[in-house]
């Protein structure tokens, strides 16, 4: 059984081979769930957000490259007029360490008849080491490379996440507009069948004498009202599909647009938005405090910017290398000779000091890297502010529309009843078209608002889990 088997029972839309539109069946339910869960599958966002994940990882392998042991081989020779002034011939193999110690060996093979005085003639080998004893001790450019690329994949992983939050409340707020407009064109919809109904009854009534010819008239009028509406509800509904199809993707990475046959589940309007427990709001902002991704990606820039401190601070210190070589006369450094003799006769010693006399670069680099770092924690602290202030502004509006939807309801009824009770009086003779179709004007109105009221809970439901971070 495939992913779209158990997903989408229902939605075929988007199996594989079967996206041409006469494909599906007359009416397609789409529920929140089945939507997001094909935001999350195939929309190219969230793919460009994986392979920034993998372009971290691919980073890391490069800044290892700073920490691979190398070989050289080098050769230069001269002969002239039948005379071999020399012949160098030098191997090498260079290990670099993670506190910036340098080991190296070679293999020298020099000769000639006019063989520089400082190289030894013959079969010769060497082991050496280079150690910082100042500059690059504690931190080097490599090692800070490679921390850095490592906070950059965690980082990248974040990111995904706040990727992922930002589109899917993108994804719901066109998800439930659509749902509003198609509902409400549902119900004008059946609002001008009933007037149909009505208006032809009521030209037959005129017919027979038991209706006076401004009946028919007030009923047409009230038909074109509703036709208006049908009208530019249906245009409104078309561009929330157009808007909704924005996030509907294939497995070829291609973009599908929705029709008019498919349908949003019905489900969500036989939910009791009174009753749906709420989360806390304090567990909500300590919630937000600790995962929120915005925040997260701070604290890694925080700390990618604490490595390139302490890298800006070996500048201020000054250049302390120590060299030192063993050396042999054939190609085993080790073998053939006491140790004490290493360090009498066959060494090779030195160091490199030096300092810039001003350390105006290293001073100007220590101190725009703290200035990086505090500037970056204001920032965090404005982004902590903010986010926290959306969650209530949101949790807020969220309370705020479960109190309402539970008073329009119950206004709703009440339109309905007064509407119920003037029909019956208009059937019977005793009220007018006109007051009649006050109160069935007033009950579309009612029943507009509540399902606007309805479907911007829901959306406030996922605006509450985006402001803290949560949409995953």
């Excluded at 919630?287 to 990606?297: E, G, N, Q």
């Amino acid at each position: 059984m495939n992913f779209f088997t158990k997903i989408f029972p229902s939605f075929l839309l988007f199996t594989t081979n079967c996206f041409s539109q006469n494909k599906l069946e007359a009416s397609q339910l789409l529920s929140p769930e089945e939507f997001i869960a094909i935001v999350k599958t195939f929309h190219p966002v969230i793919k460009q957000a994986d392979i920034n994940i993998e372009k971290a990882q691919a980073d890391i392998t490069l800044a290892r490259g700073g920490f691979d042991p190398s070989v050289y081989y080098s050769n230069d020779q001269k002969t002239f007029r039948a005379e071999n002034y020399y012949n160098y011939n030098n191997t090498e193999l260079k290990i670099p360490t993670w506190y910036g110690i340098e080991v190296k060996a070679g293999l020298d093979n020099n000769g000639g008849e006019n063989l520089n005085s400082e190289s030894t003639f013959g079969k010769t080998s060497y082991v050496g080491i280079m150690v910082p004893l100042a500059k690059n001790l504690v931190m080097d450019k490599r090692r800070a490379v490679l921390k850095q690329a490592k906070i950059f994949r965690d980082q990248s992983g974040i990111e995904r996440l706040n990727t992922i939050n930002d589109l899917l409340y993108a994804g719901y707020s066109a998800y439930w507009n659509w749902v509003k407009e198609y509902q409400v064109y549902d119900v004008i919809s059946n609002t001008v069948k009933v007037n149909e109904a009505r208006f032809d009854l009521i030209k037959i009534a005129y017919r027979q004498g038991d209706r006076p010819a401004i009946d028919t008239v007030e009923a047409l009028a009230q038909l074109q009202n509703f036709q208006f509406l049908q009208s530019e509800s249906l245009v409104k509904l078309q561009n929330a599909a157009v808007e909704l199809s924005n996030f509907l993707w294939q497995q070829n990475n291609t973009w599908y647009q929705l029709g008019l046959n498919v349908v949003p589940d019905g489900n969500w309007n036989l939910q009791d938005v009174g009753s749906i427990p709420l989360v806390l709001q304090e567990e909500l902002l300590l919630t937000a405090r600790l995962t929120h991704p915005k925040l997260s990606m701070y604290n890694y820039k925080l700390q990618v910017l604490e490595i390139e401190r302490k890298l800006k601070f070996q500048s201020l210190l000054p250049t302390v290398n120590l060299k030192a070589n063993l050396l042999n006369k054939n190609y085993n450094v080790l073998k053939g000779i006491a140790v004490p003799d290493y360090f009498q006769n066959n060494n090779k010693f030195g160091v490199d000091i030096g300092i810039p006399l001003r350390l105006s670069e290293g001073r100007g680099g220590y101190r725009l890297a703290k200035l990086k770092i505090l500037e970056t924690n204001y920032a965090l602290s404005l982004q902590q502010q903010e986010i926290e202030n959306k969650v209530k502004f949101y949790y807020n509006e969220l309370t705020g529309l479960q109190q309402q939807v539970k008073i329009y309801n119950a206004a709703y009824i009440n339109y309905q009843t007064l509407f119920r009770g003037e029909d019956v009086r208009f059937k019977a003779g005793e009220s007018s078209l006109f007051l009649l179709n006050i109160r069935e004007n007033k009950v579309l109105e009612a029943l507009q608002k509540l399902i606007e009221l309805k479907t911007k809970f829901f959306k406030t439901q996922a605006a509450v889990q985006w402001a803290a971070g949560q949409l995953r």
